[in-house]
């Protein structure tokens, strides 16, 4: 019963489901094969597992000093010294970006789109599932983003500019800093500092409160809404029991 529960939550809740979805380019991401896809949904619900087997602090699902990793993964992740298939709990030094679900391959490959990554989707993916607060979906006369396939523009450029449209700006002020908090990992999770065309990454973000770089600092911009993530976890948890979302 309780793998059952790690299994079927996880699904729900972290969107573990959609991972067969949007196949990666494999001409971009040439290590990318199945196997790596069951091991990354393996690892998330490993993960959760250990938290609730040892009654961890949920803090830990925003961010940890610890994976749960086996050989195959500290690979993709360019993690020495780990050997074997069975997954163990491996500890991080302070300056890594891996701890917690954010750091984890399966979230950052189904919130992209097989052949780059969207801090739009990363971003409504963050409020709807640890913040608990989703934003309103667009409008319906509003043309949506299209990838420059010349690179000449980066994904930052590209929202700028869709940000111009003044219906669009309200939502995507709350949106995008999440989502490019989390730019350094490519679609498939592997760690970057630059894009497929050689442009830097940015992964800068505002919010209210807080300004960061990077997911370690986005990390502790969370942390500071645990509240927020609790009672997020809270509602996930009751529409998961009742079998219908939350409502009068």
Same mark, same amino acid.
């Given at each position: 019963?309780?793998?059952?529960?790690?299994? &079927?939550?996880?699904?729900?809740?972290?969107?573990?489901?959609?991972?067969?979805?949007?196949?990666? @380019?494999?001409?971009?991401?040439?290590?990318?094969? =199945?196997?790596?896809?069951?091991?990354?949904? *393996?690892?998330?619900?490993?993960?959760?597992?250990?938290?609730? *087997?040892?009654?961890?602090?949920? $803090?830990?699902?925003?961010? !940890? @000093?610890?994976?749960?990793?086996?050989?195959?993964?500290?690979?993709?992740?360019?993690?020495?010294?780990?050997?074997?298939?069975?997954?163990?709990?491996?500890?991080? %030094?302070?300056?890594? =970006?891996?701890?917690?679900?954010?750091?984890?391959? $399966?979230?950052?490959?189904?919130? $992209?789109?097989?052949?780059?990554? !969207?801090?739009?989707?990363?971003?409504?993916?963050?409020?709807?599932?640890?913040?608990?607060?989703?934003?309103? =979906?667009?409008? %319906? &006369?509003? /043309?949506?983003?299209?990838?420059? /396939?010349?690179? #000449?523009?980066?994904?930052?450029?590209?929202?700028?500019?869709?940000?111009?449209?003044? #219906?669009?700006?309200?939502?995507? !002020?709350?949106?995008?800093?999440?989502?490019?908090?989390?730019?350094?990992?490519?679609?498939?999770?592997?760690?970057?500092?630059?894009?497929?065309?050689?442009?830097?990454?940015?992964?800068?973000?505002?919010?209210?409160?807080?300004?960061? @770089?990077?997911?370690?600092?986005?990390?502790?911009?969370?942390?500071?809404?645990?509240?927020?993530? !609790?009672?997020?976890? #809270?509602?996930?948890?009751? #529409?998961?029991?009742?079998?219908?979302?939350?409502?009068?």
């Amino acid at each position: 019963k309780s793998s059952r529960f790690v299994h &079927d939550f996880t699904s729900q809740w972290l969107g573990l489901r959609h991972i067969k979805l949007m196949k990666p @380019d494999p001409k971009l991401y040439k290590d990318y094969d =199945p196997l790596l896809e069951g091991l990354i949904r *393996k690892e998330s619900e490993v993960f959760f597992d250990r938290v609730l *087997k040892k009654n961890l602090p949920i $803090s830990n699902f925003l961010d !940890s @000093d610890f994976v749960m990793i086996n050989e195959r993964l500290a690979d993709h992740y360019g993690m020495d010294g780990i050997k074997g298939s069975k997954f163990r709990l491996v500890k991080l %030094p302070k300056d890594s =970006p891996r701890g917690g679900l954010l750091g984890q391959a $399966s979230i950052l490959k189904i919130t $992209s789109n097989g052949t780059r990554t !969207s801090p739009v989707v990363r971003g409504v993916w963050i409020l709807e599932n640890i913040l608990g607060d989703p934003p309103s =979906p667009p409008p %319906p &006369d509003v /043309v949506p983003i299209e990838p420059d /396939v010349r690179g #000449t523009k980066t994904i930052r450029d590209m929202l700028a500019k869709h940000r111009e449209i003044e #219906t669009c700006n309200d939502c995507h !002020s709350s949106i995008d800093p999440w989502g490019f908090g989390l730019e350094h990992f490519n679609a498939v999770g592997v760690y970057r500092n630059v894009y497929h065309n050689g442009q830097p990454v940015f992964a800068q973000g505002s919010v209210p409160g807080n300004s960061f @770089d990077g997911a370690e600092e986005m990390k502790q911009a969370l942390l500071e809404r645990s509240n927020q993530f !609790s009672l997020t976890l #809270t509602e996930k948890l009751f #529409t998961y029991a009742l079998g219908h979302p939350l409502t009068f």
